[in-house]
């Protein structure tokens, strides 16, 4: 279970980092940058807050509105930043999810000291030194929040474009490749600017 321990390594505004949708064929990479600027926050909150993908779609509603509320309070900073599909064939998806990190780093509103990033690569470009954390989400509180704050926010967004182009199930694959994706990629063919075209399975499809 995560805890404050790496954060209490670190003096000023510690924030926690993490991302959602690398691997998905559409849509675009979000990120979440969390700083819990007191530990006197929601007791619900902090026994439940764990690595997003241990957590039911439900469980992490009521945690990202929870995350709203300590906000809502001044108790924590929260932000997410984005980077869309042609900016992920822009650059490649590794450097889209730096890009979206910092947006969502800058969005804080505060100068941020000091990150935590899940994962084992140093985004560049946050404006503050770094450490990264091998399975941070499940290790690092304000990295778990940051993380239900990308998956929340990602899968929000993929039910929009659900609505919009309703024949690849992304309501319910977030954009991965489902049956249901690759049998509306066969019948109707890539929506640009939504399906990651430089992506081989998506190439297939041009």
């Not at 007191?38 to 241990?54: C, R, Y």
């Not at 924590?76 to 869309?84: C, D, M, Q, T």
């Not at 998956?151 to 024949?167: C, H, I, Q």
């Amino acid at each position: 279970m995560p805890d404050f321990s790496f954060e209490n390594q670190y003096q000023g505004l510690i924030a926690g980092i993490d991302e959602a949708g690398r691997g998905p064929w559409a849509g675009p990479v979000v990120a979440g940058a969390v700083v819990f600027l007191t530990k006197e926050v929601d007791e619900f909150l902090l026994q439940n807050l764990d690595d997003s993908k241990k957590l039911s779609a439900k469980k992490r509603e009521v945690l990202y509105n929870k995350l709203l509320e300590e906000q809502s309070k001044g108790h924590i900073l929260a932000a997410i930043g984005e980077a869309s599909a042609q900016e992920i064939d822009e650059m490649n998806i590794l450097q889209a999810t730096f890009l979206a990190m910092s947006r969502a780093v800058r969005k804080l509103g505060k100068k941020v000291d000091f990150a935590l990033v899940d994962g084992n690569q140093k985004p560049l470009a946050l404006g503050c030194d770094c450490q990264t954390i091998i399975k941070g989400d499940a290790r690092c509180y304000s990295i778990a929040a940051a993380s239900i704050m990308a998956k929340v926010t990602r899968d929000r967004l993929m039910k929009e474009l659900a609505s919009k182009y309703p024949f690849y199930g992304f309501e319910k694959n977030a954009g991965y490749g489902t049956k249901a994706h690759i049998d509306g990629l066969q019948k109707y063919g890539i929506v640009k600017g939504v399906h990651r075209l430089s992506y081989k399975p998506i190439q297939a499809f041009l």
